[in-house]
């Protein structure tokens, strides 16, 4: 305050020259500075056209003033802006002049409208309208129309009292100077007040709220003008943290325990989805389990299948169970008629051959008794017959000369018991031969067999059973197999199992065989009439110097006699075919029928020689 007035801040600006002829002011008017009007929200309100001056009589010239003192009067500012302070004024003299009317007929009354002030350079401030010489007149430029201001902002500082109808509170500046301030841009005119200058307040230091800082006063409303809306906050961008109403920090988010509380959810429903799926995925559901099943389908199978094949050939397949002369065994035999003639292996019903009992099952599970028919130990065969048993259905005979290696079969029979058991392989080889039996050590219980071999698994209680080829046709009896570490056998004797070799006696022997022991109970076997040297380590079969109980080697009369051999000939080729061993010129000689005739190659002297014969006939036991 300055003699009983309020100071108020401005821009600097240089002091212009006293105008040429100034009007003459009234006794108490105060000469005000423009100001623009400013809004609540800090934006300018639109300015009113200017007031027309009055025209006045012509003054004598008044010594020159201060700049504050020749800057015209602004017309009030329309309704709704706030009052803004005028930029305190040097005491200078004033003229007499006469009071002016206060109220709302002063403010408008008309003024004459002075020349505006110029503009200063941005680029530096000009000197305070106090600090400039009062001496040194500067020229006015010509009046203009005056900007228009809020009321009350462009009044300037006069030393004479403040009207009456102005409330005191309003004496009083709203900031300090700030030196911060950014002049306007534009043509030179008042400057508005700058907004409060928002410090950065600095962090608390403890646990206490912080204060909120007291507001800055508002300026009490000029009378006659309307009330100005309250100030908006204003954005801080130096503050560390906002304020609420109260003056304590607002509350942070609690982003960490949503963060932390999503997570838990998530892993909770997770686990127990697991859970959920882990049952439903190994009990087909929450409900009772159906598990899904194929519909009835066509129980039909591709004729020459291994499923065709034994859907044929298992109805006429039995299982033969045997007691007698303190001894038992199981094997296996396929029905040949209507009759109830049943074919099997020798070996498989010799326990029941002097006494004992003989019992087949059939497929369907119906059992009955069977009696011994006739049966050979060298073709190591037997034929049974069943009695009283109707629906019989016989199985069809193949040709095992027509049979190739590598063509499909199909072994049935009752390994270790188990019946109706069926395994399925290939031909292997043709024309093996294998010996079996020679328990009883003179001989008269060895088989020679020209087998087929197969690879289709032959275990234990196989013996007798057919092997069939992909029409279900017999094409071999199985008799024997290759165990491991005891050689080739027949049923029983310890076997460890099959080891994918099996031997058949080919069907064409065994269709003979078994006719000759039905129609006579005795099978006839084919010979030359020799005796044979079984010693004899060399290649081929040696013809011995003596036979049994020292009668002559080669029968007289005989079929060898008669085709001109010789004792100690030795036999290598029949029918062209190579033998290495006596076992192996009687398998081939076996493999015919009597009567059939013989092309044999014979060694005698270094030199081999064709021997033609006809084979005779013996009667086997």
Not at 470 to 489: C, K, L, M, T
Not at 491 to 511: D, T, V, W, Y
Request: charged fraction near 15%.
């Amino acid at each position: 305050m300055k003699n009983g007035k309020p100071t108020w801040w401005s821009r600097p600006s240089t002091t212009p020259e006293a105008p040429a002829g100034p009007p003459e002011p009234s006794d108490d008017a105060d000469f005000t500075l423009a100001a623009p009007a400013q809004a609540p929200e800090a934006t300018t309100a639109p300015a009113a056209p200017p007031a027309e001056a009055s025209p006045e009589p012509a003054q004598a010239p008044e010594p020159p003033v201060s700049a504050a003192e020749a800057t015209p009067e602004a017309a009030p500012a329309p309704s709704g802006t706030e009052p803004a302070p005028a930029p305190e004024a040097t005491a200078a003299p004033e003229p007499e002049a006469a009071p002016a009317p206060s109220g709302p007929a002063a403010e408008a009354s008309p003024a004459p409208a002075p020349a505006p002030e110029p503009a200063a350079p941005l680029s530096q401030p000009a000197p305070h309208p106090a600090s400039a010489p009062p001496s040194e007149p500067q020229p006015v430029p010509a009046p203009g129309p005056a900007p228009v201001v809020g009321p009350a902002l462009g009044a300037a500082a006069v030393a004479e009292p403040v009207p009456a109808h102005v409330p005191q509170a309003a004496q009083q500046p709203l900031h300090a100077p700030d030196p911060y301030r950014t002049p306007p841009y534009g043509e030179p005119g008042p400057w508005a007040p700058a907004p409060p200058v928002q410090r950065p307040v600095p962090p608390p230091m403890t646990q206490a709220p912080i204060p909120a800082p007291a507001p800055h006063p508002a300026p009490a409303p000029v009378q006659g003008a309307p009330h100005a809306a309250p100030l908006t906050p204003v954005y801080d961008p130096w503050g560390t943290q906002p304020l609420s109403a109260e003056g304590k920090p607002p509350r942070k988010p609690r982003r960490g325990l949503a963060l932390v509380g999503a997570l838990a959810f998530a892993l909770v429903t997770g686990v127990i989805g697991g859970g959920v799926g882990a049952y439903v995925e190994r009990n087909g559901g929450l409900t009772s389990v159906e598990l899904p099943q194929a519909g009835p389908e066509d129980t039909d199978r591709a004729p020459g299948s291994v499923a065709a094949v034994a859907a044929k050939a298992l109805p006429s397949v039995v299982t033969i169970h045997v007691s007698g002369s303190g001894s038992s065994g199981t094997g296996t035999g396929f029905v040949l008629d209507t009759r109830g003639h049943i074919l099997t292996n020798n070996h498989v019903v010799d326990a029941a051959a002097s006494s004992g009992e003989i019992s087949v099952t059939f497929s369907n599970g119906e059992s009955a008794r069977a009696k011994l028919i006739g049966r050979d130990t060298g073709y190591d065969l037997a034929v049974i017959q069943v009695r009283g048993v109707s629906g019989l259905k016989p199985l069809p005979l193949g040709n095992s000369d027509s049979v190739r290696v590598g063509d499909p079969v199909v072994a049935i029979g009752a390994p270790f018991d188990l019946s109706n058991t069926v395994t399925s392989g290939i031909i292997s080889a043709k024309e093996r031969p294998i010996t079996a039996g020679g328990e009883k050590g003179d001989g008269s219980d060895v088989s020679y067999v020209d087998a087929l071999q197969t690879d289709a698994p032959i275990n234990p209680g196989n013996s007798g059973g057919p092997l069939v080829d992909s029409q279900a046709r017999v094409i071999g009896i199985n008799s024997a197999i290759r165990a491991a570490g005891n050689g080739s056998s027949g049923e029983g004797g310890g076997q460890s199992g099959s080891i994918g070799l099996g031997f058949a006696i080919p069907i064409n022997q065994g269709k003979r065989v078994a006719e000759e022991l039905i129609n006579t109970g005795k099978a006839t076997h084919p010979v030359i009439g020799v005796s044979l040297d079984m010693a004899y380590t060399g290649d081929g079969a040696r013809v011995g110097d003596k036979g049994k109980g020292g009668a002559a080697s080669v029968t007289p009369g005989g079929p060898a006699a008669k085709a001109g051999i010789r004792p100690g000939d030795v036999i290598t080729k029949v029918d062209g075919q190579r033998v290495h061993s006596g076992e192996e010129l009687i398998v081939k000689i076996r493999a015919h029928r009597p009567g059939d005739r013989l092309r044999l190659t014979v060694t005698r002297d270094g030199k081999e020689q064709t021997k033609t014969l006809t084979l005779g006939s013996s009667t086997g036991a």
